[in-house]
């Protein structure tokens, strides 16, 4: 039986440096996509960190699941949906679409999850004031994003490049919500079988149709090395601890800090103009995340604040 979520202070940490790390990951990927082909790019980053994680994972004992329950079905599909499938359609759109785009694509992760949870996840039922949270942080994300979040880029292709990052979104929120459910398990193990399941799936894809690896630059090598260290291996972990513990719909706040420190990255360490309008969709961003978990914040504070006995 699955425990209901539990949202603590370690929780909070872990979604802020996550939309931090994904936030800089759009910025690596544009940078990779120079000096490499989309379905390649993804390959690589999975390939390399699936080898670490399994390192690690092996390291640790090597176990999976922890009772006797198991369910290697949706572990499986968690693997490719959290991974493979999302990395290649990214990569793909990312070639046709706007960067605002994207960033709304990932921010409607959110509203994805929702209904799903609600469905599928014990504890996790949409609330009138969870529901309006994330509209009002969807809404801060649009500001953000400005006319650049729909404006056409001119490519042809670009409708198609649009689907890709929307059915991006739809599989991260759907792997959400099958790694909650999975029964006990080991998050070391999870977080390394996915990503083997997701090599598995997109390194014969790459080759099927882009042709044999490329040799690209050290530069672009390096590029790939740090996507599949941190935002990949690390990150992919630090997502599971959130997701067995806090919930799927918490995890899906992530979405809306990505477009922000995105945009914040872009100020500090590209030079690129600040705008007031920023100020504004960050205060609608935060105001969104805290509507949508004003339980969970109170039950925290009141822990912190009562005595112990």
Known sequence: MQTPPEITPASWGMVATLGLIWGATFLFIELALTGITPFWLAAGRIGFAALLAVAIWLWRGGRVFTTPETSWGPLILSGVLNSAIPFMLLSWGQQTVTSGFAGVSMASVSLMVLPLAHLFVPGEQITLRRL????????????????QAFVSSGDPME?????????AAACYACSSVLVRRLPPIDPFGLAALALVFGALLVVPTAWAVEGPPPMPDTDILLIIAILGLVPTAGANLMRILVIRSAGPVFMSLVGYQV????????????GEPFKPVLLIAMGLILIGMFISQWGALKRLFSRRVTPSS
């Open 132 to 147: 309006i949270g994330l509209i009002i942080g969807f809404v801060g994300v649009t500001v953000l994003l400005g006319g």
């Open 159 to 167: 409708p198609f490049g649009r689907l890709a990052c929307v059915g």
């Open 259 to 270: 477009p922000m420190w995105s945009v914040i990255l872009g100020i500090v360490i590209l």
